[in-house]
């Protein structure tokens, strides 16, 4: 079997399944967080920003740049075998959270559907594609799509932690619709999108060979840390 067809498949359809039985919840699940107290909507603004893809990808690209220059300028075999798979590593997430942003922007733009804000205007279900305003990009949530991605690939990393990871993601994917930036669908959406783009390019490395292998299965699965040192 073709896995990442495989695991493309049933990212797609939960992402449908869940996006039809949140949907017709929307405007009223986007109410009832008006209504939130204000300590529960303060809390959700400040851990929602932690969801934002500019961090993530300027951490990874200079975590990147640094493990390339040890790796280069190091004499020490040990040295640079160590910063060899810390380059691997920021490059899995670099490439991973870099392409969730590309599809969840090109999304964003094609779909156009109104944010939180117009509900009184626009009601739930408006779509206006190609805009190019932020008032018209709400789904599928970039917030949710930058902490799937990135959770997602922590998840991918130790299979171990997994729920932990899962759970901090479906956190920062609530704190959108509290802080009424986003609907439900909207962050279900996204979370799977971030996930897939976490799947396939674990699925990338592994045929490489870099941070990942592929399992009996086909699946990609993290190396032991002594397989890491092998990494090219």
Known sequence: MNQPLAST??????????????????????????????????????????????????ASATLLLIAFVVQRASGRATVRQRARTARNLSAYFLLTIGT????????????????????AEYGAYSLTPFTGDNLFE????GHSTAAGAFFGAFAM???????LFLILALMIGISRVVVGAHYPSDVAAGLLLGLWAAMMMAFLFAREG????LDAAGWPAPKAAGRQQEDK
């Open 157 to 163: 990393l130790t299979p171990q932690l997994r729920p």
């Open 138 to 141: 709400s789904f599928p949530s």
């Open 210 to 213: 870099w941070v990942f292998r």
């Open 100 to 119: 969730a942003s590309v599809l969840v922007h090109g999304l964003k733009l094609v779909i156009g559907r109104a944010r939180p804000d117009l509900l």
């Open 9 to 58: 498949g049933w990212i797609l359809l939960t992402t449908g399944v869940l996006v039809v039985a949140l949907i017709p919840f929307d405007p009223q699940v986007s109410e009832w967080a008006r209504a939130l107290p204000d300590e529960v909507v303060d809390f959700n603004r400040a851990i929602t920003d932690f969801g934002t893809f500019a961090w993530m990808i300027y």
